[in-house]
C-alpha cells in the first residue's frame, strides 16, 4: 500500500496550492480520505476529510479557504488550499481509513507560507 503526497512547497501569504494525494494497494472507494497536519511543536491535527460518499468535513480553521475533493477513477484525492496564511505552514499528511478501522499514511508534504 502507497500513499504519495505531493504539491506542497513554499508560498506567499494569501497564495494558493493543491495538495494531492495518490494511492495504490487499496480500493480507493471504499476508505474515507483525510488530510492532517502537524507543524513544529505541536500535535497532528485533522483538516480535512471526504467520505466515501463524498460528505466533507473541514476544519474551523480553513472551513472557508480549503476544499477537499477525491477523484475515485484516478485513486487519489486532494485538498485546495486558497488564501494561505502563515500558521497554515506544517507537513501535510493524507490518511485513508477504511470502516472497520485499518488506515494508511502517506509521508507527509511540506507547506511553508512565507513572504
Known amino acids: 500500500v502507497q500513499l504519495v503526497e505531493s504539491g506542497g512547497g513554499l508560498v506567499q501569504p494569501g497564495g494558493s496550492l493543491r495538495l494531492s494525494c495518490a494511492t495504490s494497494g487499496i480500493i480507493f472507494s471504499i476508505y474515507a480520505m483525510g488530510w492532517y497536519r502537524q507543524a513544529p511543536g505541536k500535535q497532528r491535527e485533522l483538516v480535512a476529510r471526504?467520505?466515501?460518499?463524498?460528505?466533507?468535513n473541514l476544519a474551523d480553521s480553513v472551513k472557508d479557504r480549503f476544499t477537499i475533493s477525491r477523484d475515485n477513477a484516478k485513486n487519489t484525492a486532494y485538498l485546495q488550499m486558497n488564501s494561505l496564511k502563515p500558521e497554515d505552514t506544517a507537513v501535510y499528511y493524507c490518511n485513508a481509513q477504511a470502516h472497520w478501522s485499518e488506515e494508511w499514511w502517506g509521508q507527509g508534504t511540506q507547506v511553508t507560507v512565507s513572504s
Open positions: 471526504i467520505s466515501t460518499r463524498g460528505s466533507t
